[in-house]
């Protein structure tokens, strides 16, 4: 098989997503790992910490998408365990994407093996973060 490249984005508006956290009764918070949760606890705005966060997620969906382009999707959206797809920092702050349990089970069925680069930037009000995703190795 050859490898192909797949690409995803997504951008979030950070006073939006701001207002969703602190929604009286919101649970979007589940939505992130408790290792996710205690990095961005030690940042200065932990809210643009979370939408950069956010924003990976998406762009890591996004491009497992157009790389089943054609295809029917392998799992339904609403079935998506946003903590299975983690943003894993490394001692310096740089950030992978680490598909885990049904999602990493769900992502090798439909591409094989795969690997990711990821990148995160923040300015403003905007948080944004773009996914590539190789698949077609051995």
């Known amino acids: 098989m050859d490898r192909m490249h ?71 959206p609403d079935l998506v365990d946003f903590r299975e797809i983690v943003i894993q920092p490394d001692r310096w702050g740089r950030v992978a994407v680490e598909p885990r349990d049904e999602v990493a089970r769900a992502v090798a069925e439909s591409l094989g093996k795969i690997s990711t680069s990821l990148s995160i930037s923040h300015d403003g009000d905007s948080a944004v973060a773009t996914c590539l995703i190789v698949a077609g190795l051995e």
């Open 6 to 76: 797949h690409i995803g984005v997504d951008i979030v508006h950070v006073p939006g997503f701001r207002e969703q956290l602190e929604m009286p009764g919101s649970r979007f918070e589940d939505n992130f790992t408790a290792l996710e949760l205690r990095v961005a606890d030690q940042r200065p705005d932990r809210v643009l910490h979370l939408a950069g966060r956010w924003a990976a997620k998406e762009a890591f969906i996004k491009a497992w998408s157009q790389a089943i382009y054609g295809r029917p999707p392998v799992m339904s």
